[in-house]
């Protein structure tokens, strides 16, 4: 006899969200790094950090770049592998040098790898921020978004209202999301620019 008045049943309560699915500092949790493997698809990440709790996780991806001129290396990615690095060996490490984006990105993973298996670590997550908000919480994208607690035994991360969107967007309507796309045809017709959220880069 199958009863689906029961949704415990059927693991309807198994159901973990990092951090109760809030934003903000997350103390004391573990982080490590995972490397594409085969049975992965072609276009996942290179390298994936996760962070877990006892509730669930949140990862983010990190992709090899071809181009150290690239905005994509030098304003994002770049930036991120240093403040990765120095949260994870502190902010007077000093890099070696690295022949191209690939390899700063390798070198990177395998200097901090060892050390996520020793310690804990405090982390910021977020939903997006305030001018590209996400349905999913994850890591604070830019600033200091993680620390070595043994590094750091006084906190330095922080959250900005001003940047960081703290509380989870409503999803939009279906009549909204109708509107939108007519709007946009007619934009792009007219040679104006689709809404950003409707872009390849989200």
Do not use: C
Not at 81 to 90: D, P, Q, T, Y
């Amino acid at each position: 006899m199958i009863d689906l008045n029961k949704p415990e049943d059927f693991g309807a309560n198994d159901v973990r969200i990092f951090n109760d699915g809030s934003t903000g500092i997350v103390n004391n949790v573990a982080l490590r790094i995972e490397l594409k493997g085969p049975e992965d698809k072609d276009n996942s990440p290179d390298y994936k950090l996760y962070a877990k709790d006892s509730k669930g996780e949140v990862n983010e991806g990190y992709y090899y770049q071809d181009d150290e001129n690239a905005s994509g290396w030098k304003k994002y990615q770049g930036q991120r592998l240093i403040r990765l690095a120095k949260g994870v060996l502190g902010n007077d490490y000093v890099f070696p040098a690295f022949e191209s984006p690939k390899a700063a990105l390798d070198g990177v993973m395998k200097l901090i790898a060892p050390v996520l298996q020793k310690t804990p670590f405090n982390v910021v997550v977020t939903y997006g921020t305030t001018k590209k908000p996400s349905q999913y919480l994850g890591f604070k994208p830019f600033g200091r978004f993680l620390e070595n607690v043994e590094l750091y035994p006084k906190t330095m991360l922080t959250t900005d209202i001003r940047y960081d969107q703290l509380t989870r967007p409503q999803p939009k309507a279906e009549e909204d999301i109708k509107d939108e796309i007519e709007t946009s045809m007619a934009a792009t017709e007219d040679g104006g620019e689709a809404p950003s959220w409707l872009s390849d880069d989200n």
